[in-house]
């Protein structure tokens, strides 16, 4: 948890100095800098494609009922 919360603030700051950086060029509004550098700081840290951190191991029970099914072990009650 800690190196999400670390990644957050490391990515907020890189992509608001960026954005900082194209505002001064550009002549773009500081709140839009603002808005993308958070979104972006919140994407990696909730990650909901697993780009960054890895997802979770699937539990012994998952794996044995997933294999029963593919082998066709699995009976339908009824």
Avoid: C
């Avoid at 670390?6 to 100095?17: N, Q, T």
């Avoid at 840290?45 to 951190?53: E, K, M, S, T, V």
């Amino acid at each position: 948890m800690v190196k999400r919360v670390a990644a957050s603030v490391l990515w907020f700051l890189a992509v608001g100095w960026g954005m900082d950086y194209l505002t001064v060029i550009v002549g773009a509004p500081s709140v839009i800098g603002l808005a993308v550098s958070g979104a972006v700081a919140v994407f990696v840290g909730i990650d909901p494609l697993h780009l960054f951190w890895p997802a979770p191991a699937p539990s012994a029970d998952a794996r044995t009922v997933e294999s029963m099914i593919v082998s066709g072990t699995a009976q339908p009650n009824g």
